[in-house]
């Protein structure tokens, strides 16, 4: 029986079928970012007609970082390939399959907004997601937890003592201090 431990997520990329069970009816492969798009153009050539998901994930300890994951579809055959693309680190960037798929165009966008990779070639690759003025890239597994912007910033101080207003009824007996409060307010004298 093979083991069922995962190996440490360092060195090169890891073969994701040493990591999960086969699929039946998907087959996984590797591909380098040089060969990603005549890859792709090839499997669509060849029936592929259906890209039904891209994404990307984040493994910091090991090289490449980054996998960028094609899932697409042969509707004849009723195939599925899965292709991971390992993408380095420094210049993250791959080029464009919008010009394949059309569906490809927001999914890039995501990945480039949520982990920093760029797709070359894509036609507006810009944020789809975060604000414009978002800094970084929130996905990534080394991003701080309350965002840059604000891990520069003393965090808020808590709710204390001194931050409650004087003359607040103990918890429990709120609802009949306010009620007191309007009956007060009211003129009315509270005793019915």
């Known amino acids: 029986m093979p083991s069922t431990q995962t190996p440490p997520l360092t060195g090169t990329a ?3 079928t040493a990591l999960r069970p086969p699929i039946d009816d998907a087959a996984i492969e590797r591909i380098e970012p040089a060969n990603i798009h005549a890859r ?3 499997l669509k050539r060849d029936g592929f007609t259906m ?3 891209l994404g990307a994930v984040d493994y910091p300890q090991r090289k490449p970082r980054f996998d960028v994951v094609y899932h697409l ?3 004849r055959e009723t195939k599925r390939v899965r292709l991971l693309c390992g993408v380095p680190d420094g210049d993250p960037k791959l080029p464009t399959a919008t010009d394949l798929w059309k569906s490809a165009d927001w999914a890039e966008r995501e990945i480039f907004d949520l982990f920093g990779i760029r797709f070359d070639g894509h036609p507006d690759l810009r944020r789809i997601q975060m604000p414009n003025d978002w800094e970084g890239y929130p996905l990534r597994k080394d991003y701080p937890l309350r965002g840059p912007a604000r891990e520069r910033s003393p965090r808020p101080a808590f709710a204390l003592k ?3 207003q004087a003359g607040t009824p103990p918890s429990g007996r709120t609802l009949e201090a306010l009620q007191q409060q309007i009956a007060k307010i009211r003129g009315e004298d509270g005793s019915k």
């Open 14 to 16: 890891i073969d994701p």
């Open 40 to 42: 792709l153009a090839e």
């Open 51 to 53: 890209l039904l998901d």
């Open 73 to 75: 579809l042969n509707l």
């Open 162 to 164: 001194s931050n409650v």
